[in-house]
């Protein structure tokens, strides 16, 4: 039975944590020999499940950081279903085991590629999409037929709630997934377990504390972190159509995005326009009757106070030092309402320059030449996201070819993050690891490699000691001709 603990007790934590471990890890070994249609009926449930349980899910992120029902739908139900939806298609094929062709030195052999499921696994998700971020990789777990133990935020409590009876109702008594509720205490008790895989969703800080604990027992791991993704606009880039995919990628979750655009290079010809543009933009997606941003029902809250604080200390110091305001700056920490911001002039050496944001402030720098920008996005650690809105090929192409990115958005933001055939992760400080759709099975699978002599006697044979000089020449051969 899934259980949750909140109990501050080490000890009490210590022994959940360990019988929830021993009975999956026990389970794990059954799911091995378990077909394609276990898995498919699992996955069917979670689907009609979360299709069933909309209102609901939208009721917890409203409580969470009043996240906007149209916005839960597109970016935390939609992304899961669609991910549902694409596993439950696939599934059959990605579990069949794939042949490879053989080399002529092992002529009579066969050779195959059999996806096993590494075993059992943990999720630990983080807040800003807690739904999206715990559900997605589970379908990903369970469709490489993984038992899974998850971890949601402790920063969005009604959704981990939810999450938790979504597992109960789903999965019952069946030992395949279990969540344990609570804050580092809980993951770290959890990491002193030997996990085979461990897919971790949050910050880059917390990243390195993961990969040390998975380096202990040799635990597989995604990391899918975060960062400071740049955007950039060139002279010729339609400046409307930028502005608006722009404020929308940046401003919606109220900044809280991973792959939101942390920050933009424009050129400095165009500097003015542009911020001309994001100013109407601001105002026709998220005030369009003029009663105020803060009363609109579009635009989320900052999760809590200390992550308040910390945003409208980044917004003061660099006012203080002597950054512009071109939009917004409006906040009320009793709402945990920061308006949508922008300002021009930060500080390079400043926090906001090169902390990630992650909230809904907009620092627009400009660049005098592409040259300039693949420098300063090669002085940086690689982002997770870059995005490009460029009136022509070479300067795009010239970004593209010359920095790294875990994905490149062209003429567009967010929207890479829902293409299931596209692989989701980042680059090094960004992210280790690739999720979505067949590229998150493949990383919740292990590759098994499987060889097998069909003609019982083997070219190899004529390899083996005593080495004499007619074996010695059949290695001359060897490495000449095969
Ligand atoms: P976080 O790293 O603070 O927390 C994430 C999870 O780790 C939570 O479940 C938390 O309880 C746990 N945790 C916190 N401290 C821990 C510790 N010392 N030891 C073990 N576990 C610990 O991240 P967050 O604030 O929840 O999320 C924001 C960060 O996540 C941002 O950096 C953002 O860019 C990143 N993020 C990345 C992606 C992605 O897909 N790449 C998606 C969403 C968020």
Request: with cysteine.
């Amino acid at each position: 039975m899934p259980e949750a603990t909140l109990n501050n007790s080490s000890t009490a934590t210590d022994n959940v944590v360990d019988k929830h471990f021993r009975r999956l890890k026990s389970n794990s070994v059954a799911l091995r020999s378990e077909g394609y249609k276990s898995r498919k009926r699992r996955l069917t449930k979670l689907r009609d499940w979360v299709m069933n349980n909309r209102p609901a899910i939208k009721e917890a992120l409203f409580k969470d950081f009043k996240k906007p029902p149209e916005e839960v739908d597109l970016s935390e139900v939609y992304v899961v279903i669609q991910e549902l939806n694409h596993a439950i298609t696939h599934l059959k094929k990605w579990m069949k085991p794939k042949k490879v062709s053989t080399p002529l030195s092992l002529l009579g052999t066969n050779g195959a590629i059999h996806y096993e499921p590494k075993g059992i696994c943990l999720i630990i998700a983080p807040w800003n999409f807690p739904f999206n971020l715990t559900v997605g990789p589970l379908v990903s777990a369970l469709a490489a037929g993984n038992t899974v133990m998850i971890k949601p935020s402790e920063l969005s409590p009604a959704t981990s709630d939810l999450i938790h009876r979504m597992v109960e109702e789903c999965f019952g008594d069946d030992d395949i997934v279990q969540v344990m509720l609570g804050d580092k205490e809980t993951s770290t008790a959890l990491l002193e377990r030997p996990f085979d895989h461990i897919f971790f969703t949050g910050s880059p800080q917390v990243g390195k504390i993961i990969m040390e604990a998975a380096s202990r027992h040799l635990s597989s791991i995604t990391l899918e972190l975060g960062g400071k993704s740049p955007l950039i606009v060139d002279e010729k880039a339609n400046l409307r159509d930028t502005a608006e995919k722009l404020v929308w990628g940046k401003f919606s979750n109220a900044g809280q995005t991973c792959i939101a655009p942390d920050y933009v290079l424009c050129h400095e010809k165009i500097q003015n326009a542009l911020l001309e543009e994001i100013r109407s933009a601001i105002l026709r997606l998220f005030d369009p009757d003029g009663k105020g941003i803060q009363k609109s029902a579009a635009y989320a809250r900052i999760i809590n106070e200390r992550h308040f604080d910390r945003l409208n200390d980044m917004l003061n110091e660099a006012l203080d030092d002597g950054a512009l305001l071109v939009s917004g700056g409006q906040t009320h920490r009793e709402d945990c309402y920061i308006s949508p911001t922008v300002l021009t002039g930060v500080d390079p050496d400043g926090k906001l320059s090169n902390e990630e944001i992650f909230g809904p402030i907009l620092p627009v720098l400009s660049f005098n030449t592409v040259d300039d920008v693949i420098t300063y996005i090669n002085s940086k650690p690689k982002p997770l996201a870059m995005y490009l809105f460029c009136g022509g090929k070479e300067n795009r192409q010239a970004i593209e070819k010359n920095t790294s990115a875990g994905g490149i958005c062209v003429n567009e933001t967010l929207v890479h993050f829902m293409h299931p055939n596209l692989p989701f992760g980042g680059a090094n400080h960004s992210g280790i690891g690739k999720s979505h759709g067949h590229f998150g099975f493949l990383s919740l699978s292990n590759e098994k490699a499987v060889l097998k002599q069909r003609v019982g006697h083997t070219s190899v044979k004529l390899l083996y000691p005593p080495y004499t000089p007619r074996v010695k020449k059949m290695i001359n051969l060897l490495l000449r001709y095969f």
